[in-house]
């Protein structure tokens, strides 16, 4: 009984232009909020991830590297390295800046202290210029650079210091924030954590086992914390989940409300407007499954029909308004499509509901009413 | 055996003081190839008895049979397949899909029955030619004219090779030239498939397609007498004025 679903449907263009457009609407409005809260985690956890690293050490009730601070005396790595099953120990040191460029833009930089000697505090990678900063340079985030028009030998007036960018990063830039990468005695300058660091990073030997390393760091060193990599990239973008996941949930339910009453009410329109042709089926013998069935198979076919057109949208905002909006950062992964596909195929169900009641009630012998 | 009996059926509308009893105690034989024309005044009870007669509405009392079989336990399902497949039924308005085509509203019945698309398309194009409706397949009724929605009504009547086709009024919204060799058509159609038609209908001409007319008055069947229609059927829809 396709034939009869698709005729119906697309006998009113109008009104199924209107259906597929709601739920076009509600599919764009969850996956490119679905797509932002991925990007997001995945920025926030970026440049962490690029750092060669098995397990960040840290003062016992730091948990992050932005919200809760952590200082370390230095000679500690010795006594970490001494430890089994370490490969490598290195000081990892960085703090949260905010000043304002010569434009009067405001910018806010994590500055990573750069240790060309043990090869520590490195950008993620280099767009342009610089690979390392030497002394009063700096290398700032690509995305930051143009968000705040700064270009390569600006000058930066950083807490009291005068730098020169030299280069351009990739992949470090957190969204409201960026890393931005100096050399070590003048990051001291500004951090001043005299023979202290933030943060150690840690390579374990091959066949080591995490939790071991761990609780062996906790053990010998008292008020030291550390966590593995993954840990410690998931605490860095806890924030994300924490404050956007319930919004995005709130606009989840918002946009299935919308969706499920868009193809609700114009299924049930036609439903109303045809009810004497769904008596006349009834009448001539059509069951009452087949009857739901076309109507289902309307709601489907306008559901599914949402569902490719906002998912085009949103892929073509995924695609295009990031250039314009740096913070647009949407990543709609595989996973995703396919829960929104299921939730599409859920309203479509949901809204054939009182329809289907209406043509339940229908009496067959009101059809020899003229 | 009968394709339908009715027995002493009757039904009453409402209850206490306001109920109608729409039909009195009504018994009637259908046999193969039986035209019977039903007539009567308005209000007399012809289409609450053709509703019954078509498994539409269940009767207060007495008991039908159709193809000898008891209805009045059937289930709502058990019935609506019973009507797919032994029953057609033509209405006043004639009630086409606004949406389909005329070759797609005669295929219908079929597809409902479980006929694919194709074949049955196919099988709706062979009936609505043999109707002179060939050139008119992909006009949706909203094109055709009243004459011709009454006959693509009849290839959709016709299409599960019912036994009986019930017709309420079937020519009420048709001038009576037209209404005449509409029910011409079917009427030789199914005598020459053997098929029983029963019509309802206030059009004194329809006796000449009938082969039984009865009358109903107040809910009872008043009067039968034979009908005009040639005793054997005219093979190639002869009996039709073009
Ligand atoms: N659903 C109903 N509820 C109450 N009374 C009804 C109902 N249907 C029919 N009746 C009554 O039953 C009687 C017979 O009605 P019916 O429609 O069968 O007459 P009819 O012979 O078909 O009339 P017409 O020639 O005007 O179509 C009428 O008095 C009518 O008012
Ligand atoms: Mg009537």
Redesign the interface.
Known sequence: MFLIAVRNLFQEKTRLLISVGGVAFSIVLIMVLTGLYRGWNDKMGQYIRSVPADLWVMQDGTEDMFHTPSVLPLDYESKIADLDGIASVKPFSGRRVAFHTANQQDVGLYIVAYDAERQTGLPAAIATGQNVPQASEIIVDRITAKNKNIKINDSLDIAGQKFKVVGLSEGGDVVTFSFAFAAKEDAEQILRLPNSTNFFTVQLKNNTDPNQAISNIKNNLPGVDAVTKKQFVSNNTKLIRESFLPVILVLLIIGTVVGTAVIGLTIFTSVVEKIREYGVLKAIGMSHRQLYGVVIKQAMIAGLTGFATGSLIAFGLQATVGDFVPQFVSQINALDMLWVFGLTLAMATLASYMPIRRIADVDPAEVFKA | MSIIEAKNITKIFGSGHTAVKAINGVSLKVEAGDIILIMGPSGSGK?TL??ML?T??RPTGGTIWIGGEDISEMS??KL??????H???M???F?L????TAQ?NAA??L???GLS?KPALKKAEELLEKLQLGERLDSLPKNLSGGEKQRVAVA?ALANQPAVILA??PT?NLDSKTGHEVMQLLCNTACSEGRAVIIVSHDARLKDVAKRVITIEDGRLTKEEPGNHEPNCPTEHGGQKQ
């Not at chain 2, 609506?80 to 497949?85: G, W």
């Not at chain 2, 899909?97 to 389909?100: H, R, V």
């Open positions: 289409t053709i509703s078509g539409l509405m709502g399902a609506a397949n019973l009507r797919l497949h029953l057609g039924f209405f006043q308005s009630n899909l606004s949406a389909l797609q219908v019945p597809m409902i029955a698309k959709r309420d009024e009420a």
